[in-house]
C-alpha cells in the first residue's frame, strides 16, 4: 500500500493473498524495515554521540532525512501488516497514521533540495560556507519544510472534518488516503501541490548539479564528490516520485498483467516506500569518511575503532 496513493474508487473490491503469500510478504516488508531502521538508528546515535556532525549544517539535514525515513518506513510497514491482520482500521486511527505518514514523506524532497543547495554552496562559495551555512539555519530550514508541508495537508484534514459525518470517524475503512480524505477536489489539490513541489525540487537539483560540474578547476575533489551526491539526491529523488505515479503505474500493468496485481501492487510497495531508505545510509553515512570512522563502531557494536570527538 501506498501512504498518498492508492485506487480512486472508494468502493473498489481488494483482493487478499493467500496465508502463505501475506506471510512471505510481510517477513520480507518486516525484515528490510528493521535492517534499515537498525543502520538509520545507528546513523542517528552517531549523529548524537559526537558535537562534530551535530553542529555542521551538512549533517544536520542529512540526519533530518534518515529520521524522516524512519518513521516513514516504519509507519509504511505498520499499515501493510496490519492490512493483512485486521483489513480494516478505525477511519480516526487511520487519518492520524496517514498524517504522519505523508508528512515525512513530503519533507524528504525538500530536504534533498536543501542538501544539494549546501552542496552547492560549500563548491561554489567555500568562502563565504560559514557565514550562508550554519547549524541555526539549518534547524530554521527544517522548520520551513515542515510549515510547509503541513499546510499542504491541513486542508484535506479540515474539508474531512467538515463534511464528513461523525458517524464516518468510528468506522471503518481499508487505511488508505484516498479512503480517507475522499473528495475529488483535495485530489486534485493534492496533485497540483506535488507538481508544483516536484517541479521546483528538480530545478533545484539541475541548476546545482550543473553550477557544480562547471566549477573551477582548483576544487575539482570536491567538487567530483560534491556532483556524484547530487547525483544520488536526484536518483532518490526518482524513486520518491515513484509514489506520485503509484496509481497510473498499478492501473497499467495491472491492465497488462492482470494475474498478478497483488503481486505488482507489493513490488510497486518496496519500490515507492522501502528502496528510497536504503539510499540514506550510502550518501553520508558510508561515502563520507568522518561518518564511517564512527558508524563502523556502533553498527557492529566493536570496540577497534576510536573515540575522537
Request: contains cysteine.
Amino acid at each position: 500500500m501506498s501512504l498518498s496513493n492508492t485506487s480512486r474508487n472508494f468502493t473498489a473490491p481488494v483482493y487478499r493473498d493467500s496465508v502463505q503469500t501475506a506471510i512471505l510478504k510481510n517477513v520480507i516488508t518486516v525484515v528490510f524495515c528493521i535492517s534499515i531502521n537498525y543502520v538509520n538508528g545507528t546513523l542517528v546515535y552517531t549523529f548524537k554521540k559526537h558535537q562534530v556532525f551535530s553542529m555542521n549544517p551538512r549533517y544536520i539535514l542529512y540526519i533530518h532525512l534518515v529520521i524522516n525515513d524512519i518513521f516513514l518506513l516504519t509507519i509504511f510497514t505498520v499499515l501493510q501488516v496490519l492490512s493483512y491482520i485486521v483489513f480494516t482500521l478505525n477511519v480516526s486511527l487511520c487519518i492520524v497514521l496517514l498524517m504522519l505518514g505523508i508528512l515525512f514523506s513530503l519533507n524528504n524532497p525538500l530536504t534533498l533540495a536543501a542538501m544539494a543547495v549546501e552542496c552547492f554552496i560549500a563548491i561554489c562559495f567555500p568562502l563565504r560556507y560559514t557565514h550562508i551555512c550554519t547549524a541555526k539555519k539549518s534547524y530554521v530550514v527544517i522548520c520551513l519544510i515542515w510549515a510547509l508541508n503541513a499546510l499542504s495537508v491541513i486542508p484535506d484534514l479540515l474539508v474531512t472534518f467538515a463534511t464528513e459525518y461523525v458517524e464516518f470517524f468510528n468506522s471503518r475503512v481499508f487505511c488508505t488516503r484516498d479512503n480517507v480524505f475522499r473528495k475529488p477536489y483535495l485530489t486534485v489539490k493534492r496533485d497540483a501541490f506535488h507538481t508544483t513541489f516536484l517541479v521546483l525540487v528538480w530545478l533545484t537539483l539541475f541548476y546545482t548539479y550543473f553550477r557544480i560540474l562547471f566549477t573551477a578547476k582548483a576544487a575539482a575533489a570536491d567538487a567530483k564528490k560534491a556532483r556524484n551526491t547530487v547525483l544520488l539526491h536526484g536518483f532518490q529523488l526518482l524513486l520518491c516520485m515513484l509514489t506520485y505515479v503509484y496509481n497510473f503505474t498499478i492501473e497499467g500493468l495491472t491492465y497488462f498483467f492482470p494475474k498478478d496485481a497483488l503481486a505488482i501492487r507489493f513490488i510497486m510497495n518496496i519500490f515507492t516506500s522501502v528502496l528510497p531508505r536504503l539510499i540514506s545510509p550510502v550518501i553520508y553515512g558510508l561515502r563520507d569518511k568522518s561518518f564511517r570512522k564512527y558508524l563502523k563502531r556502533y553498527l557492529f557494536c566493536t570496540s577497534s575503532y576510536p573515540l575522537k570527538k
